[in-house]
């Protein structure tokens, strides 16, 4: 599969933001999808997961409760809502897909290519 990231860009702190990940093939109903985020210096963090059906989802610890990740298996494309955006949340964010079960929150098998995602104070 192939993965295409898009929507970041540059927004002040408390603000929102929607990245859109869309996929290609026809099993992208099957997949695991991810968000993370990797920002200058540091390693990559895990932000987001959802599963096949949108049923069950996980958030790391620094975005829960203000971040949603949803999915629209019709049009092959995973997306990462935004809200209260703070200035660490500054990064490149990645989408990712995995056959796997959505624990662990690791050993994503595609990638996208990132887009940037910065918060101004």
């Known amino acids: 599969v192939q993965l295409q990231a898009s929507g970041g860009g540059l927004v002040q702190a408390g603000g929102s933001l929607r990245l859109s990940c869309a996929a290609s093939g026809r099993t992208f109903s099957t997949y695991i999808m991810g968000w993370f985020r990797q920002a200058p210096g540091k390693e990559r963090e895990f932000v987001a997961a959802i599963s096949w059906n949108g049923g069950t989802t996980t958030y790391g610890d620094s975005v829960k409760g203000r971040f949603t990740i949803s999915r629209d298996n019709a049009k092959s494309t995973v997306y990462l809502q935004m809200s209260g955006l703070k200035p660490e949340d500054t990064a490149v964010y990645y989408c990712?897909?995995?056959?796997?079960?959505?624990?662990?929150?690791?050993?994503?098998?595609?990638w996208g290519q990132g887009t940037l995602v910065t918060v101004s104070s």
């Open positions: 990712a897909a995995k056959y796997s079960s959505i624990y662990p929150t690791s050993n994503y098998d595609y």
